[in-house]
């Protein structure tokens, strides 16, 4: 029997993320109305404490002490979740303005206006982000016989300025899933051992970034096999 849990997670503060660039103009962001799972599995991890990856980029030469290797960290965790799905309509904040200028010590700054190279500077910049309240669904599976508490709080968004309180769920995890085809090259090397991802519809599956290519309406079979060997 697959050790698979289900958690609900409430926003306790505005979220932002630079999750989506907005087509309109030059300088907007939007939050996605979703949390990654990346983005989770770190949050949780800095929480809870299960791996310590100041220490493990420190006994890395080679890695960034300050920039996260997805593929050498993420496969230390005994857990993996989900995408974390919206459980009704995701309320937005309202759009948040603010302007920046060359002007801002009191004088042009020609040598950082040449540098743009006549690209678009943004010096007007638009940010939309979730609001407290809204909730969101998410699965995590194990190994190790590790397990998460029923009841936690992790940070999340920009600076992370975001708290979040996290609940199980108890009762029988069956259901939809959504999940990150990124996350599943990171922790299975490829695609071409998992035989359900080629049976996904292609209008479930969209791309936001290199790092979030999310697959909804999965089945917990599905997923399962897709994370496995996490239970």
């Keep these: 029997m697959m050790a698979m849990e289900i ?133 995590v599976a194990y190994k190790n016989h590790a397990s998460l508490p029923n009841s936690f709080t992790i940070r999340l968004g920009n600076m992370r300025s975001c708290l979040a309180k996290i609940t199980k769920i108890q009762g029988d995890p069956e259901g939809e899933v959504w999940g990150n085809i990124y996350t599943v090259k990171v922790f299975r090397g490829s695609l071409e051992t998992i035989s359900s991802i080629k049976n996904v519809s292609l209008d479930k599956i969209e791309s936001f970034s290199s790092q979030y290519i999310i697959v909804k309406g999965l089945h917990d079979s599905t997923w399962r096999e897709m994370v496995a060997p996490y239970e």
């Design 7 to 139: 958690f609900r997670l409430e926003l306790l503060d505005p979220l932002y993320y630079s999750s989506m660039v907005d087509s309109g103009a030059s300088g907007a962001v939007v939050t996605a109305p979703w949390i990654g799972d990346i983005a989770l599995m770190y949050a949780i991890n800095a929480s809870i404490g299960f791996v310590n990856f100041e220490r493990l980029r420190h006994d890395n030469p080679s890695a960034d002490s300050h920039k996260p290797n997805y593929h050498q960290e993420l496969p230390h965790l005994p857990f993996v979740s989900s995408v974390a799905r919206p459980v009704s309509e995701v309320k937005m904040l309202p759009v948040y303005d603010f302007a920046t200028s060359f002007n801002s010590e009191g004088y042009f700054q020609f040598d950082a206006f040449k540098s743009t190279k006549n690209a678009p500077f943004r010096n007007w910049i638009r940010k939309q982000g979730l609001s407290p309240g809204n909730e969101f669904e998410f699965k």
